[in-house]
């Protein structure tokens, strides 16, 4: 079956880099852009030009540097705003000013203070003035989900005649639910050009920005904004790496396809991480440090006997070393014999029944077993060899060596199995 192509719009370095903790400079911002770039993603949105000095530097250097993906500035509905962007985007490879205007009552009466009426002329005229200075126009009318239907459908019209040729509907407070965001977007598909792409951006509020994504893609949207982490304002943005893994781990229920190198993902997460200092949440969906790890004993034997069993995708499918199986006191035999395997070390049963009591002792003190602390446990109790030769161990001999040594639990951090593979 032939599968749509979705461009994945990414707003990292826009929508991510406006919330707190997240901001960067031009070198970071290049970085990452860079990256992005290897991500696969099809724009890269690298700021709102007119908001600062360092925005507009950022997106005129991404433009100058970053030359396969479309760079997108955004702009308010205001000539000054869009002629700014586009004195930023205009040495870009392919570039796209991004106009937006709040389309609400809500936002019309207390934000803008202005009517429906000069809000449609206001939309018209200003996608007028982008088209005038660049072909690729992107149009959104903010808090489109909180907007009267007939409204909003009124002022897109008016933006595809003025020459924006994608539509992008914003879930901007993130209020709306799935199925009701697809119905929006469905009926939105139908009333305008089928050469006008419609877009999606939804905002995590109710933890629901990447579910309303896919309902969007599903009901015809073809392009999506996301970001890295999902970061973003407040709750963040709908997260790239969860719905480009949507896509792809389940292509009988989303049969779409994007340009993004999913390997690509783990690095670009750790780069965002390491530039802005916000680390992700342990157990945030493909990105996290407990994404792929398994701690539950009969979880641990599943895995070794096939992944399968509790993996979806693999770890090395988006980027991430090797599935970590993470030695705690909730660990099996078998996890603990296969870990001192990969370290060198082989023992019979009844070595391993040794280990593996003393390996329980010192979970339940530190939680999570190191490599270093099993190595030492093994010293312990083989009485100070470390490489334990097979056979047959006299235990009632070498005996003794109680926890005194044990360490404290000085660090939970988890590594990859593969970064600690000196043995
Ligand atoms: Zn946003």
Redesign the pocket.
Same mark, same amino acid.
């Not at 991404?62 to 869009?82: H, K």
């Not at 419609?198 to 896919?214: E, K, M």
């Given at each position: 079956m032939e599968r749509a192509r979705i461009t994945v719009f990414d707003?990292t370095l826009r929508?991510g880099e406006?919330s707190p903790g997240c901001s960067m400079n031009v070198q970071e911002k290049l970085r990452l852009a860079h990256q992005l770039d290897r991500l696969g993603v099809d724009l890269i949105e690298a700021g709102f030009p007119i908001a600062s000095e360092g925005d507009f530097a950022a997106v005129q250097a991404v433009a100058a540097a970053v030359r396969r993906p479309i760079i997108a500035g955004l702009a308010r509905a205001s000539s000054q705003d869009i002629e700014r962007a586009w004195q930023a985007l205009k040495g870009a490879a392919r570039s796209r000013i991004h106009v937006f205007l709040a389309t609400s009552d809500i936002h019309l009466h207390y934000k803008l203070k202005i009517s429906r009426q000069k809000c449609l002329e206001q939309a018209r005229d200003s996608v007028r003035m982008a088209k005038s200075l660049c072909a690729d126009v992107e149009f959104s009318p903010e808090d489109a989900t909180r907007t009267d239907h007939e409204f909003l459908f009124q002022v897109l019209e008016a933006v595809v005649e003025a020459g924006a040729t994608t539509l992008n509907i914003?879930d901007?407070v993130g209020y709306s639910m799935p199925e009701e965001f697809g119905e929006l977007i469905r009926s939105i598909r139908k009333r305008v050009p089928e050469n006008i792409t419609i877009s999606t951006?939804c905002?995590n509020d109710l933890g629901l920005a990447v579910a309303n994504s896919l309902a969007a893609i599903a009901a015809g949207a073809r392009q999506v #904004?996301c970001t890295v982490n999902g970061i973003? #304002?407040r709750a963040g943005?709908a997260s790239l790496e969860e719905i480009v893994m949507a896509m792809r781990v389940r292509p009988d229920r989303y049969p779409y396809e994007t340009g993004v190198v999913a390997e690509q993902l783990f690095p670009s997460s750790q780069l965002l991480s390491d530039l802005t200092g916000a680390t992700v949440q342990p157990n945030k969906a493909i990105t996290g440090r407990n994404a792929f790890a398994h701690e539950a004993g009969i979880h641990q034997d599943g895995m070794l006997k096939n992944p399968l069993t509790y993996e979806i995708m693999t770890p090395q499918s988006v980027g991430v070393p090797d599935s970590r199986l993470v030695l705690g006191k909730h660990s099996g035999r078998h996890a603990l014999a296969m870990r001192c395997e990969q370290m060198g070390f082989q023992f019979d049963r009844r070595e391993l029944d040794e280990i593996y009591r003393r390996f329980v002792m010192l979970a339940d003190k530190i939680k999570h077993v190191e490599e270093h602390h099993l190595r030492e446990l093994i010293q312990h109790t083989r009485g100070g060899s470390a490489r334990i030769p097979s056979g047959n161990v006299d235990w009632s001999v070498v005996g003794g060596a109680e926890p005194s040594y044990f360490p404290q639990a000085s660090t939970t951090f988890r590594r990859h199995r593969a970064q600690c593979g000196d043995a």
């Amino acid at each position: 079956m032939e599968r749509a192509r979705i461009t994945v719009f990414d707003t990292t370095l826009r929508d991510g880099e406006q919330s707190p903790g997240c901001s960067m400079n031009v070198q970071e911002k290049l970085r990452l852009a860079h990256q992005l770039d290897r991500l696969g993603v099809d724009l890269i949105e690298a700021g709102f030009p007119i908001a600062s000095e360092g925005d507009f530097a950022a997106v005129q250097a991404v433009a100058a540097a970053v030359r396969r993906p479309i760079i997108a500035g955004l702009a308010r509905a205001s000539s000054q705003d869009i002629e700014r962007a586009w004195q930023a985007l205009k040495g870009a490879a392919r570039s796209r000013i991004h106009v937006f205007l709040a389309t609400s009552d809500i936002h019309l009466h207390y934000k803008l203070k202005i009517s429906r009426q000069k809000c449609l002329e206001q939309a018209r005229d200003s996608v007028r003035m982008a088209k005038s200075l660049c072909a690729d126009v992107e149009f959104s009318p903010e808090d489109a989900t909180r907007t009267d239907h007939e409204f909003l459908f009124q002022v897109l019209e008016a933006v595809v005649e003025a020459g924006a040729t994608t539509l992008n509907i914003p879930d901007t407070v993130g209020y709306s639910m799935p199925e009701e965001f697809g119905e929006l977007i469905r009926s939105i598909r139908k009333r305008v050009p089928e050469n006008i792409t419609i877009s999606t951006h939804c905002h995590n509020d109710l933890g629901l920005a990447v579910a309303n994504s896919l309902a969007a893609i599903a009901a015809g949207a073809r392009q999506v #904004e996301c970001t890295v982490n999902g970061i973003g #304002e407040r709750a963040g943005n709908a997260s790239l790496e969860e719905i480009v893994m949507a896509m792809r781990v389940r292509p009988d229920r989303y049969p779409y396809e994007t340009g993004v190198v999913a390997e690509q993902l783990f690095p670009s997460s750790q780069l965002l991480s390491d530039l802005t200092g916000a680390t992700v949440q342990p157990n945030k969906a493909i990105t996290g440090r407990n994404a792929f790890a398994h701690e539950a004993g009969i979880h641990q034997d599943g895995m070794l006997k096939n992944p399968l069993t509790y993996e979806i995708m693999t770890p090395q499918s988006v980027g991430v070393p090797d599935s970590r199986l993470v030695l705690g006191k909730h660990s099996g035999r078998h996890a603990l014999a296969m870990r001192c395997e990969q370290m060198g070390f082989q023992f019979d049963r009844r070595e391993l029944d040794e280990i593996y009591r003393r390996f329980v002792m010192l979970a339940d003190k530190i939680k999570h077993v190191e490599e270093h602390h099993l190595r030492e446990l093994i010293q312990h109790t083989r009485g100070g060899s470390a490489r334990i030769p097979s056979g047959n161990v006299d235990w009632s001999v070498v005996g003794g060596a109680e926890p005194s040594y044990f360490p404290q639990a000085s660090t939970t951090f988890r590594r990859h199995r593969a970064q600690c593979g000196d043995a």
